[in-house]
């Protein structure tokens, strides 16, 4: 085997396709260190902001600044400063910096998921422009700092469940005394065990309770038959209602009696006051008569000389 | 007596591995140094020398980087697609990007670069080159410029190569497949992208690309200059790739 057979396969303008290669390979390593170092905001003109907060935990340096969800700046480094706080030096790109005014509020939260947050707020647009090397005080809310808190509250809320739920207490107490009560209903004597408490008692109050029945049942027979009796007396063939019957015959003769005699009475009434009429008619004409036998008593006492008594008596 | 007999047997044959290794990773060494100060030397780049090294370059590389640029989109679509469902059915959407371009750029791109080469391309040449020179039977000076320095460097840059065209790739695709054909979310995207690729990262990353490169490179060669061991060189190749993973990943998660 010659040294010829083994070389490579010949290639058609190799070195013309390696030279593409090395080309290709140089601008595609090139074109990406230029597209990082314009991603990393290197040909940015920036100016800087200082933020400072009381522990930097979550910030990372490259992480953006946000604002109304836009990324307007990135922290350049994070370091602590003479006071002991934390200072995180962010690059704004001066296109951006327009956005932060003087009264600028930058707020960093904390998230449950994911990584913190820097946003900043602008209240009021016409403020003047906030100025290259500003210090800003951050505000940091964080829900992760309500955990232990709210572990405390739960923590409390156990205990208080668990001493609620302990085998002393008043709960078990009470949900042992339902036990018994559940058990006694269930139990042979029921209802009746749980209202007389001891087994015993609900035995003699069992039994007191039947004989109470007992006698309640012969009462009841007796009333029965007192009750059959009184139906007998009152609806039977001698009974009062019978004889009330009679009885009602009876009134309604004499009341027909009664409505014949008032007939007569008025028959009467009216009889009388005829002869009512009849005597005013009378007495005129007595009166009359009198008056004439006055008038002649008067006449004959004139004519006859030996006056004695000039009254008249009537009959 | 056997017990007795064969304990300085062990020793011995431990011995002699330890130092059949130790002498293994010199040469490997010695080799390695070799090829750099031949990297270094313009007369390497020299009229004689430029075909063969051009004609390398192209076989190793253009053969390579097609299968493996549509592999390596098709496999980067599938996993893209996947963390991306599955952030959004958690709704950790706006962690899919970052993610997307840690676990495949930094992490997976390279590595199956490197492992591409050293199957498709290095391992086979080496052990091709060992069984020649066992035929020959001899090594010079001129062997090494004439058929070691080629295929060593078309190795390392097939690695470079296949390494950058799908980082590129693969970022192209993270993009079209979280915003689809818009240019609109483009700057942030940019700044993700800018966020991830820190200083540190990027030098892990191309520290990590190159060291796979020189793996994949030298070591079927550097073993092929005396009798191949086969699937020992593979398996060395892909232990000192492991090592540098590991070595990245500590950089770049501790």
Known sequence: ?315 | MNTQASTPGILQRLHQGVVAALHGWWRLLHFAVLMFSMALTPASYGRAQRPILARHLVADTVSNLAWFGVLSALVSLVLIRIVVVTSQSYGLSRFALEMVVRVLVLELIPLSAAAFVALRTTLPAGLELAQRRHAANDASGGELHREFFPRVAAGVFAVWMLAAVSCVLTLILAYLSLYGFTPWALAGYTRVVGQVFNPAVSLILVLKIAFFSFAVGLIPMATSSRISQGLGDMVRVFGVMLLIEIASLMGNYY
């Open chain 1, 1 to 315: 085997m010659t040294e010829q057979e083994h070389e490579a396969a010949p290639v058609r303008n190799a070195e013309f396709k390696a030279a593409i290669l090395l080309v290709l390979l140089a601008v595609l390593v090139l074109g990406s260190a230029l597209y990082l170092l314009y991603a990393r905001g290197a040909f940015e003109s920036t100016q800087t902001l200082i933020l400072q907060a009381d522990d930097s935990d979550g910030v990372v340096v490259g992480m953006d600044v946000t604002f109304a969800g836009f990324p307007i700046g990135r922290v350049r480094r994070i370091e602590l400063s003479p006071e002991g706080k934390a200072r995180m030096v962010v690059d704004v790109p001066r296109k951006d910096a327009h956005w932060l005014r003087s009264s600028s509020i930058f707020t960093l939260e904390r998230g449950l998921v994911g990584g913190a947050k820097l946003r900043a707020f602008s209240g009021i647009p016409t403020d003047p422009p906030l100025e290259d090397g500003a210090a800003r005080t951050l505000l940091v809310g964080d829900p992760g700092a309500e955990i232990p808190r709210l572990l405390a509250a739960a923590r409390d809320l156990l205990q208080n469940l668990n001493d609620l739920t302990a085998e002393n207490s008043a709960l078990a107490a009470s949900l042992a005394n339902v036990a018994g009560v559940t058990g006694k209903l269930n139990g042979p004597h029921g209802a009746m065990g749980l209202i007389a408490g001891d087994d015993k008692n609900a035995q003699q109050l069992a039994e007191r309770a039947n004989k109470l029945l007992v006698t309640v049942n012969a009462l009841a027979i007796k009333a029965d038959s007192l009750i059959g009796h009184a139906d007998e007396r009152v609806f039977g063939q001698q009974g009062t209602i019978i004889q009330l019957n009679g009885l009602l015959a009876d009134a309604r003769n004499s009341l027909k009696k009664m409505d014949a005699v008032l007939v007569e009475a008025q028959a009467v009434a009216s009889n009388t006051k005829e002869a009512t009429a009849d005597l005013g008619a009378l007495r005129g004409e007595v009166e009359s008569s009198l008056r004439r036998v006055e008038q002649l008593v008067n006449e004959i006492n004139r004519k006859w000389p030996f006056k004695r008594d000039t009254e008249i008596k009537l009959p």
